[in-house]
RNA sequence: GGCGCCGUAGCCAAGUGGUAAGGCAGAGGUCUGCAAAACCUCGAUUCGUCGGUUCGAUUCCGACCGGCGCCUCCA
């Protein structure tokens, strides 16, 4: 098996190959701590997610950095209109943005520079392009780059030819450059930005970095402990394609004069009815909104991994409604094969047949450009086998195959993590515990004194507390939702 | 205007030049005192429309209709 991902850059799916294995490096664009991220952020967080534990899976080294943008224009917008310093504006949203990462059980990234703590690197970065010639200062006392002086400017986007759309959005700094297609690396500082406390002194002036300027600063920063210029997979949402990725290539390699990224991955949009979420329509959904909701971190993974990154998904209730159902069918499996695996076995093969096609199909299908709905699709047909197995095992199905299945899917759950929390982790207090249990004892007495209204009675009254049984041949079951 | 993406059952969607995955919802059934869970069966003669290429196209090409994205600080 290999793993084949699709690169913008060349806009095909290509083999991958880490330029010191095992040793993979990955960049991921992270969240602007302006306000709380949304969950079509957290979408392309959550790919990269994908992306990082399936190289894991493969047993690649991987080191990963996302960095936090603290200071650009919105954070100091915001901070101003808060009446707040840049720091004091931004500290909570980076909390909430971990607290948010934790719930959608997103692997942290090994490091996470912020652009704030970054300045003498990107002033260096800044400088080297002075000495070099592809940066100037412009008449208005900010530091451009130079797009005319670096020949393969346009790669990636394939925007090299374009033409500015009449009306469209013109910088109010267009008259301050040499080419209006030139981009900020240092702005100047204006009293807003004293104000928050977001300018600092350089040899080319005080001011703050331009938006592009911190990651190429941070990840070459945080790659030279390897002895890189170049990072193996650069990811991030689809519009950071340009001018963002655009202007990191042209920074990054004008200075070091090599590649920047060998790979360049973009996820797709998280749609509302055909549009991307988004803070300016206003059409957006936190991940915060969802947990007060008590909805399982499982089922947005799950309902992200049913459609392929690089395709826009379109979210709405019934949709997220369809995931929920689906992982707490997945948990359903999860408990039977526990609760079977201490029992003897009347067909012992057919479960282990079943784990290696489910772990097999799981490969491929994430090996070929992180094919997520495929690998969904074969873990659904496990379940359903399974089950359907375990059905007729009348008298179990073999210590060793149920656990075999059971390890298989804790196998795919270590990549996907779509099972939902084990139930033991909610918070249940004893005294309820026996409180149920004493309920149950009740009710089974009315059943066996045929006493059914009494029985749907109990089951009524738990309900309301959130209690579902179940009666099987073993007994009545019940877990708390 | 430039570059690009998408249009598959009620909803979310996968996919291939050879006759449509998977999930959810819905209908019927098995099991059950009834439920629940699980399993079984059922749904697009059809993949926006119209042409073309081909023995054969949802899949390739063209046109059109519709939706969307980027075009200097949006994941």
Redesign the pocket.
């Known amino acids: 098996m290999a793993l084949s991902l699709y690169n913008t850059l060349t806009?095909r799916v290509e083999p991958f190959t880490p330029l010191l294995p095992p040793r993979v490096t990955i960049y991921t664009?992270?969240?602007?701590v302006w306000q709380y991220?949304?969950?079509?952020?957290?979408?392309?967080?959550l790919f990269e997610d994908l992306l990082r534990r399936h190289l894991e899976f493969l047993g690649y080294d991987v080191f990963h950095i996302m960095n936090l943008?603290d200071v650009?224009?919105?954070t100091i917008k915001a901070a101003a209109a808060a009446g707040k310093r840049l720091e004091e504006h931004t500290a909570p949203f980076v909390q909430a943005f971990f607290d948010d990462r934790d719930y959608l059980r997103i692997q942290p990234a090994h490091v996470y520079p912020r652009a704030t703590e970054a300045i003498p690197a990107m002033v260096r970065l800044v400088g080297q392009l002075l000495d070099k010639g592809v940066a100037y200062k412009g008449e208005d006392g900010s530091v451009y780059f130079a797009?005319g002086k670096f020949p393969t400017y346009g790669r990636l986007?394939?925007?090299d030819?374009?033409?500015?759309?009449?009306g469209?959005?013109?910088?109010s700094?267009e008259y301050a450059k040499d080419?209006?297609?030139?981009?900020?690396l240092w702005?100047r500082a204006e009293p807003i930005d004293e104000q928050v406390g977001a300018a600092w002194d350089a040899p080319f002036g005080r001011g703050r970095p331009?938006?592009?300027l911190e990651c190429s600063a941070m990840s070459l920063d945080a790659i030279s402990r390897f002895g890189v210029a170049t990072l193996d997979i650069h990811a991030?949402?689809?519009?950071?394609?340009?001018?963002?990725h655009e202007?990191e290539i042209a920074q990054s390699e004008a200075a070091t004069g090599q590649p920047f990224a060998r790979f360049w991955l973009?996820?797709?949009?998280?749609?509302v009815?055909?549009?991307?979420?988004?803070?300016?329509?206003g059409n957006?959904l936190t991940a915060r909104d969802l947990r007060e909701q008590r909805v399982d971190a499982a089922a947005v993974r799950?309902?992200f991994w049913?459609?392929?990154y690089?395709?826009?998904?379109?979210?709405?209730d019934?949709?997220l409604?369809?995931?929920?159902?689906?992982v707490?069918?997945l948990g359903?499996?999860r408990a039977?094969l526990v609760e079977r695996a201490a029992v003897d076995s009347a067909r012992p093969g057919v479960l282990a047949e079943l784990a290696s096609e489910l772990l097999s199909e799981f490969g491929i299908a994430l090996d070929?450009?992180l094919?997520a709905?495929?690998a969904?699709?074969a873990?659904?047909?496990f379940?359903?086998?399974?089950?359907?197995e375990?059905?007729r095992g009348q008298g179990g199905i073999g210590t060793g195959a149920a656990a075999g299945a059971g390890a298989a899917l804790a196998v795919f759950d270590r990549v996907m993590t779509v099972l939902d929390v084990l139930p033991t982790a909610k918070a249940l207090t004893p005294e309820f515990a026996a409180w149920v249990e004493g309920q149950l004892a009740a009710?089974e007495k009315a059943?066996r004194a045929?006493d059914?209204?009494e029985?749907?009675r109990i089951?009524a009254a738990l309900r309301a507390k959130g209690v579902?049984?179940?009666?099987?041949p073993a007994g009545?079951k019940w877990r708390a939702g």
Do not use: Y
């Not at 080419?179 to 900020?184: I, Q």
């Not at 689809?238 to 001018?243: A, G, H, K, Q, R």
């Not at 409604?321 to 689906?326: I, S, V, Y």
């Not at 579902?468 to 099987?472: F, R, S």
């Open positions: 806009r664009c992270g969240p602007t991220a949304h969950l079509g952020n957290f979408r392309t967080f943008t650009d224009d919105r797009i986007s394939r925007l030819r374009r033409e500015l759309k009449v469209a959005r013109v910088a700094d080419d209006p297609r030139d981009f900020a702005k331009g938006w592009h991030g949402g689809i519009d950071l394609i340009f001018p963002h202007d973009h996820g797709e949009f998280l749609n009815r055909g549009t991307k979420m988004s803070k300016r329509f957006f799950l309902l049913q459609t392929h690089r395709q826009a998904l379109d979210f709405n019934e949709a409604e369809g995931a929920k159902e689906g707490k069918r359903e499996l039977r070929d450009d094919g709905p495929r969904v699709a873990l659904f047909e379940v359903r086998a399974a089950n359907r375990l059905d009710r059943r045929k059914f209204r029985a749907d089951r579902e049984l179940e009666d099987t009545t």
